[in-house]
């Protein structure tokens, strides 16, 4: 199947400071990617749709200024947690689409 | 709203026994269906997919799809202690939007 990476996988910061989250389709072009988010046994909530060269759709209730997203490019997708706080303390994962099926890349973990 | 739902579990079985894990959805205009393992700490893997009526066999695994009852199961069969994870239930909808349910929790006792 296709391969995402995300990078890093584990991250520690400060509280107050920002965390850049990167999401990459190695073997495959992605004009769609998804970032998800999740919570020690519950499932993945979707945050926002990420777009190729256009604004991400943010989910119902999911702050667009604290979650910011682009995808500048068809093979990169990053996610950027602003001002982060120990409750944004997550998963988060991102998943590409190939041929309409969805592949995550392994979710970093930041820890504020 | 569109749903898809999962016996969060525990299901526990014991090695080497057949594994039986149950979907349904909200959504008749659902086109495609998924199931992913996730272990903890990890992100969740593709294992099946099925678009259509009837099952879909690949090594252990068995996907079972029955559109007019808007049910999807995923059997494992000689199941290992190496299955215990949380099974994650995906349909996407007409519209390309991939719906998961919460997921069940397998425990495969040796």
Known sequence: GAVVSQHPSWVICKSGTSVKIECRSLDFQATTMFWYRQFPKQSLMLMATSNEGSKATYEQGVEKDKFLINHASLTLSTLTVTSAHPEDSSFYICSATEVNIQYFGAGPRPSV | ?110
């Not at chain 2, 969060?8 to 909200?26: D, F, K, Q, R």
């Not at chain 2, 215990?84 to 349909?91: E, G, K, P």
Request: glycine share 10%; charged share 20%; hydrophobic share 30%.
């Open chain 2, 1 to 110: 709203q569109k749903e898809v739902e999962q016996n969060s579990g525990p299901l526990s079985v014991p090695e080497g026994a057949i594994a039986s894990l149950n979907c349904t959805y909200s959504d008749r205009g659902s086109q495609s269906f998924f199931w992913y393992r996730q272990y903890s700490g990890k992100s969740p893997e593709l294992i099946m997919f099925i678009y259509s009526n009837g099952d879909k066999e690949d090594g252990r695994f068995t996907a079972q799809l029955n559109k007019a009852s808007q049910y999807v199961s995923l059997l494992i069969r000689d199941s290992q202690p190496s299955d215990s994870a949380t099974y994650l239930c995906a349909a996407t909808t007409g519209g390309f939007k991939t719906i998961f349910g919460a997921g069940t929790r397998l425990f495969v006792k040796a």
